[in-house]
Nanobody, 124 residues
């Protein structure tokens, strides 16, 4: 398994931006697909974005397409989630996850390692 540490969450106003980071250790990062998921109070965990282990494929939830961008820096063992035009409904705990040789898709069951999460709060 991989150890994952998220950072970059915080409080931001509607329309603002945040960049989340997730740094991995314990396994060859370049072999892992990485995903971002989120969970709002009283709601199920949902997929936000994913990037394949090759970096060639990215996937996004419809709710964030055009606003969020996932990227990875294998030299830094880090995956990023750039979040722009934030809305109140983006408020949640954001988790990163890793899947060995994965595709970065929406299936949470495909990921074998999860971080502790970072809180994102969007206020009006």
């Amino acid at each position: 398994q991989v150890q994952l540490v998220e950072s970059g969450g915080g409080l931001v106003q509607t329309g603002g931006s945040l960049r989340l980071s997730c740094t991995a250790s314990g396994r060859t990062f370049s072999n892992d697909a990485m995903g971002w998921f989120r969970q709002a109070p009283g709601k199920e965990r949902e997929f936000v974005a994913g990037i394949s282990w090759t970096g060639r494929t990215t996937n996004y939830a419809d709710s964030v397409k055009g606003r969020f961008t996932i990227s990875r820096d294998n030299a830094k063992n880090t995956v990023y989630l750039q979040m722009n035009s934030l809305k109140r409904e983006d408020t949640a705990i954001y988790y990163c996850a890793a899947a060995l040789y994965g595709l970065g898709n929406h299936l949470g069951s495909k990921y074998d390692s999860w971080g502790q999460g970072t809180q994102v709060t969007v206020s009006s």
